[in-house]
C-alpha cells in the first residue's frame, strides 16, 4: 500500500486534473460540494480589470481603490457530462459569503447560480442555495489551495485571515393590512370636470328658485 491512500477495487482511475480556481460569471450555474472545514478570505483592490491582493495598508500599491473581499475554498463541482466531482478552489463573493454566514459546514451541496443584472434588476450577484448535507466522512480533504492562489495573485505571500466586512443580512418580515386606497376612490364619483360645475350650479339655482308671488308677498308683509 503506497501513501496515496487505498486503490479501488475495479481498477480504474479517475482522470487526474489540475487544480484550479473556480469564478463564476454572470449568468453562470454550478453545483458544488464544498470540502474545506472553514473559510477566510483577503482584500482585494480593482485595478484595470485585475484583482489585485491587498498586503496591508503599509505594503499596499492600490490601497487609494476601494477593497472588495474575496473567500476561497476547496470544493468539487459537478461536473455532468463526466458525472464526476471535479475538485476546484471556489471564489467566494462577498454576495456569496452571506449566504453562506452561519450555515456553512464541510460537506454541504450548494447550488450556485451568478444573476446577471437584467435577472436581479439591479446589480449582477452570485446566490448560494443550499441544497443538501452530505457526510463529511465519505469526501476527500480539502487540498492545498496555495497554489492556485499564487497564480491568481502572482505572489506567493497571499494570506486567507479576514472575514467578509459586509453585514450580516437583515431579514425582515412583511405586515397584514387593508390594502391601499387611491386618492379619487375617496370620494363618491368622479372628480367634477370642466362644464359639470356650471350645470350643478344652473340646477341649483333653479330648485331653489323663489317664486314671483312669495317675493311680492314677503315685500308686502312688513306694512
Ligand atoms: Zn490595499
Known amino acids: 500500500m503506497d501513501d496515496r491512500g487505498p486503490r479501488r477495487a475495479t481498477g480504474a482511475e479517475e482522470p487526474r486534473t489540475v487544480l484550479r480556481r473556480l469564478r463564476l460569471k454572470p449568468g453562470q450555474n454550478f453545483i458544488v460540494r464544498v470540502l474545506s472545514h472553514s473559510y477566510k478570505g483577503c482584500l ?6 485585475n484583482g489585485e491582493y491587498c498586503p496591508g495598508p503599509e505594503d499596499c500599491r492600490w490601497h487609494a481603490v476601494p477593497t472588495i473581499w474575496k473567500g476561497y ?3 468539487e463541482s459537478w461536473d455532468q457530462a463526466a458525472t464526476l466531482w471535479i475538485p476546484h478552489v ?3 463573493t462577498e454576495c456569496l459569503e452571506q449566504d453562506f454566514r452561519g450555515v456553512y459546514r464541510r460537506g454541504q451541496v450548494w447550488n450556485l447560480t451568478y444573476k446577471t443584472k437584467k435577472q436581479t434588476g439591479g446589480a449582477a450577484a452570485l446566490i448560494g442555495e443550499l441544497w443538501e448535507q452530505l457526510d463529511p466522512y465519505t469526501l476527500p480533504e480539502p487540498y492545498d489551495m496555495r497554489p492556485v492562489l499564487a497564480l491568481t495573485y502572482h505572489r ?8 467578509n466586512p459586509m453585514p450580516k443580512r437583515l431579514t425582515v418580515t412583511a405586515s397584514k393590512g387593508r ?3 387611491r386618492p379619487q376612490e375617496k370620494f363618491e364619483g368622479e372628480p367634477v370636470q370642466e362644464g359639470q360645475y356650471a350645470r350643478l350650479r344652473e340646477s341649483l339655482s333653479s330648485a331653489f328658485a323663489v317664486p314671483d308671488e312669495e317675493k311680492n308677498g314677503r315685500a308686502k308683509q312688513p306694512q
Do not use: A, F, S, Y
Not at 44 to 49: E, L, N, P, Q, S
Not at 156 to 163: I, N
Open 73 to 75: 475554498v476547496v470544493c
Open 44 to 49: 482585494t483592490h480593482w485595478v484595470k480589470g
Open 179 to 181: 390594502p391601499p386606497i
Open 156 to 163: 506567493q505571500d497571499v494570506r486567507l485571515t479576514l472575514d
Open 90 to 92: 471556489l471564489e467566494i
